[in-house]
């Protein structure tokens, strides 16, 4: 007989493809992890996956367990919301906003897994300007928001880390103007696109006061993306999220010129205090909580990917 648990286990680790992920998320040793696939595959009398040096990739057979797994764990959901009207299913909606960059980064890790424990719940999702986060979030606009944290967070606002990274400084390759002593660290009347405002406009004007100089600002961008599309035409020099840069479709068009050292970039999912305590917040809390150990993981895996 199939464990409902040891099928999510199954789920997650098709959405990952990766077993030292799966088992992060699912609380388990990897060893623990490949002595559940063995379950399963001798339950089912198949093979759902095969596993060698490359990572995990899902057999046809186990493309159809995984279809059955998803149903049968919904089907269960709708039976237990029914069969327990005395025991509180978390349902209703719940409003998140972040910008494009942790929409492809964090959003489908945290909705996969929102779906395997509260299906019942509606996600309403808006992306923009990571900068306006913390506002929209302190003006109720929103349930939740991805955002960097500030220094000195407002005392209302609970949060749970996502991942901590550094900050870079990018170059055009074919720039519009002169980098004469750019790397020598010499940034004088160098054009800047500047982030308009928001925490990365705070740590870069901390940083150029570092090099006791003013940026000789080109534009002020609202989004990081479009600070480095703007960088990529060749208009001035930048500071992004690695992040940002990772995922650019104008990643080939720049270059890393520097990354800042004392930069400590932390993202996390964010609530009001005074609302976390609901189902429908706490429940994506306890998510980004629980999926977290695996970002890091995750983005060094890709940044690698990139490079090979």
């Not at 159809?64 to 959901?77: G, L, Q, S, W």
């Amino acid at each position: 007989m199939i464990d409902l648990k040891d099928a999510a286990t199954f789920l997650r680790l098709c959405e990952t493809a990766n077993l030292t992920r799966t088992a992060t998320l699912c609380r388990v040793s990897p060893s623990t992890l490949s002595r559940t696939l063995s379950k399963l595959e001798e339950e089912l009398g198949c093979r759902l996956c095969v596993r060698d040096k490359k990572g995990v990739s899902i057999t046809p057979d186990g493309r159809k367990f995984e279809r059955f797994a998803r149903e049968t764990i919904e089907n269960y959901h709708t039976l237990e919301s029914s069969l327990k009207a005395a025991r509180r299913s978390v349902r209703g909606s719940v409003r998140i906003f972040c910008s494009v960059t942790a929409c492809y980064l964090f959003i489908p890790r945290l909705l996969n897994e929102l779906n395997l424990s509260a299906p019942l719940l509606e996600v309403k999702l808006e992306t923009g300007d990571p900068a306006e986060a913390l506002e929209r979030l302190l003006a109720g606009r929103d349930d939740l928001v991805i955002s960097a944290l500030p220094g000195e967070l407002p005392s209302q606002v609970v949060f749970e880390d996502l991942v901590t990274f550094p900050l870079i400084l990018i170059g055009p390759r074919t720039p519009r103007f002169a980098m004469t002593g750019v790397e020598s660290g010499d940034l004088h009347g160098i054009p800047f696109v500047m982030p308009e405002k928001g925490q990365l406009r705070f740590e870069v004007e901390k940083w150029f006061g570092t090099l006791q100089e003013q940026p000789d600002i080109y534009a002020e961008i609202a989004g990081h993306e479009a600070i480095v599309s703007l960088a990529a035409l060749g208009f001035g020099l930048a500071v992004v999220p690695r992040l940002v840069y990772e995922i650019s479709p104008f990643k080939n068009d720049v270059i890393i010129l520097k990354e800042l050292p004392w930069s400590n970039f932390r993202v996390a999912l964010c609530a009001l205090k005074e609302h976390a305590a609901q189902d429908r917040i706490s429940t994506l809390l306890e998510i980004a909580r629980a999926a977290a150990p695996s970002f890091n993981p995750d983005l060094t895996r890709r940044r690698l990917e990139t490079l090979a």
